[in-house]
Nanobody
Framework: VQLQASGGGLVQAGGSLRLSCAWS????????MGWFRQAPGKEREFVAG?????SYADSVKGRFTISRDNAKNTQYLQMTSLKPEDTAIYYC???????????????????WGQGTLVTVSS
């Protein structure tokens, strides 16, 4: 079953958005979860990840917060102080390994959502 990302939209620079990613997987709590983004003409890049700890790309540290609610099988990405360079399709992903690490590379994630578009206007 696919991860379902939502919450994208158009926002002015300096604004906020919260992305959600729901996944109907009974063992949701065992998975490492992550957010990636891909801007036009660029490679998909790590934004944030969460397992027992969290990890952030330097470009979003202090502005974005990743969280998860295992009871709701949902992870979130709260984005504040948005910049035009944050414009991208945001993808949620799940890592099925039993590691305690939060991975930052695309290849470590087994399951992917369809993406939600975030557009930040200047």
């Amino acid at each position: 079953v696919q991860l379902q990302a939502s919450g994208g939209g158009l926002v002015q620079a300096g604004g906020s958005l919260r992305l959600s990613c729901a996944w109907s997987r009974r063992t949701f709590s065992r998975y490492g979860m992550g957010w990636f983004r891909q801007a036009p003409g660029k490679e998909r890049e790590f934004v944030a990840g969460i397992r027992w700890t969290t990890s952030y790309a330097d470009s979003v540290k202090g502005r974005f917060t990743i969280s998860r609610d295992n009871a709701k099988n949902t992870q979130y990405l709260q984005m504040t102080s948005l910049k035009p360079e944050d414009t991208a399709i945001y993808y949620c992903a799940a890592d099925s390994s039993l590691s305690n690490n939060v991975y930052r590379d695309v290849a470590s994630y087994d399951y992917w959502g369809q993406g939600t578009l975030v557009t930040v206007s200047s």
